[in-house]
């Protein structure tokens, strides 16, 4: 046993040592490439005007008017929280979805589920982090559940949840946890189409 | 009699093209939940520890409570001690309280260590393969269940109306429990709020 360790001991270290050369290699062949992947990133974002991220509090009533008012065009409407993990994950594609999108075929809102205690703080923080601009509600209720019935009887409330109204104030598309943005970038394009 | 089944099948190839598309719009819907008053099958689940549990050696004379819950969900960790005390109250009333966690994205060994960690003493099984959660049709955590000893479901939905322990107006899961133990109706047999999409299998 010792003797066989033994033996193998100098393969171990040249095997070390080819992994730390291809190791070095490998970063030094990506390093400049990411920062000028960083580069772009920078110059973008000192381009774009910084909007400061208000976020208004809505209530049940607030909410049933938003989604059931006559729209000229439809409504997407993605619930989330900043303590919901797929939520944080999903909003970089939401962001991007709202650029394409907002405001020529949809409009935009998002309704978080944080505390009212958080309203100027994490949440427009989180907003501001993302660079989203489409317009921000906090839901304050003491009651979640009758703007939960309000929104989908068939909702339970698990977050994130994503609900894609037609102009009538119908639902045509909704998703509970992460959502396909794939599919729901088709559901935007199909009602753009009619 | 060739052309019949060149049609036949391309009819067939259509009725599943469309079903696949009309399926996957919806691909992420948790099954609609059992309605109040119906009653859930018997089923086995291990804890923990591997070690298998029916629902009836777990349930207490007047019914158990099933919650399924989280480890890095904070809502469901808001209610960490709530559930414990529900747990300590009602062990003595025969009723028993059970945590259930779903989340493909939690093993065993990691729920276990939640649970040390936050001080859950009540048994917390393991849904693996989502079996219980989609029988019950259990959508996010924290999500409460109450059936009587006939496995008959009389409650389902929150544990309260706030994850903020000092904004709670309204115990519905403990509500249901004391209209139970006195043989009264309930009041209010379902009730939401958030929660943590269950992540499944």
Same mark, same amino acid.
């Given at each position: ?194 | 009699?060739? *052309?019949?089944?060149?049609? &036949? +099948? /391309?009819?067939?190839?259509? #009725? ?5 598309? !009309?399926?996957?719009? %919806? ?31 777990? *349930?207490?004379?007047?019914? &158990? +409570? /099933?919650?399924?819950?989280? #480890? ?5 960790? !808001?209610?960490?001690? %709530? ?119």
């Amino acid at each position: 046993m010792v003797a066989a360790s033994n033996a193998l001991k100098p393969m171990r270290i040249s095997r070390l040592t080819l992994l730390l050369a291809l190791a070095f290699l490998l970063i030094s062949f990506t390093a400049p490439a990411q920062d000028s992947v960083r580069a772009v990133r920078r110059a973008k974002s000192t381009t774009a005007p910084a909007m400061p991220t208000n976020v208004e509090p809505i209530d049940t009533a607030g909410l049933k008017d938003l989604i059931s008012k006559p729209k000229d065009k439809p409504l997407l409407v993605n619930f989330w929280a900043t303590f919901c993990d797929p939520c944080r994950d999903e909003f970089p594609d939401l962001v991007k979805v709202d650029k394409d999108f907002r405001p020529k075929s949809i409009a935009f809102v998002t309704v978080s589920l944080d505390d009212m205690t958080d309203i100027k703080t994490t949440v427009p923080q989180f907003l501001a982090q993302m660079k989203a601009t489409m317009p921000a509600y906090l839901l304050n209720v003491s009651d979640p559940e009758p703007a939960i019935n309000a929104v989908d009887p068939k909702w339970q409330g698990e977050l994130p949840a994503t609900f894609l109204y037609n102009a009538k104030g119908e639902i045509v598309f909704k998703a509970f946890g992460r959502v396909n943005t794939d599919a729901l970038r088709e559901a935007i394009e199909r009602l753009a189409k009619n | 009699m060739k *052309k019949r089944t060149v049609s &036949i +099948v /391309l009819a067939a190839l259509f #009725v599943i093209t469309a079903a696949v598309i !009309a399926g996957s719009g %919806r691909s992420n819907e948790v099954p609609a939940p059992p309605a109040i008053g119906t009653t859930v099958d018997e089923f086995t689940l291990p804890d923990v520890n591997g070690q298998e549990h029916t629902l009836k050696s777990l *349930k207490g004379k007047n019914g &158990i +409570v /099933l919650i399924f819950i989280a #480890v890095q969900c904070p809502v469901s960790n !808001a209610y960490n001690d %709530r559930m414990e005390k529900l747990a300590e109250d009602y062990k003595d009333k025969g009723i028993a309280v059970i945590g259930i966690n779903a989340n493909s994205s939690e093993d065993a060994a990691t729920v276990k260590a939640h649970a040390a960690e936050k001080h859950l003493t009540f048994t917390i099984l393991k849904d693996a393969g989502n079996k219980v959660a989609d029988k019950l049709g259990a959508a996010r955590t924290p999500e409460a269940y109450f059936l009587d000893a006939n496995n008959k479901l009389l409650y389902h939905g929150r544990i309260d109306n706030s994850q903020n322990p000092d904004a709670i107006e309204s115990s519905d899961l403990r509500n249901a429990l004391e209209s139970a133990l006195a043989g009264k109706p309930i009041e209010k047999p379902e009730a939401k709020s958030f929660g943590c999409s269950i992540k499944r299998a």
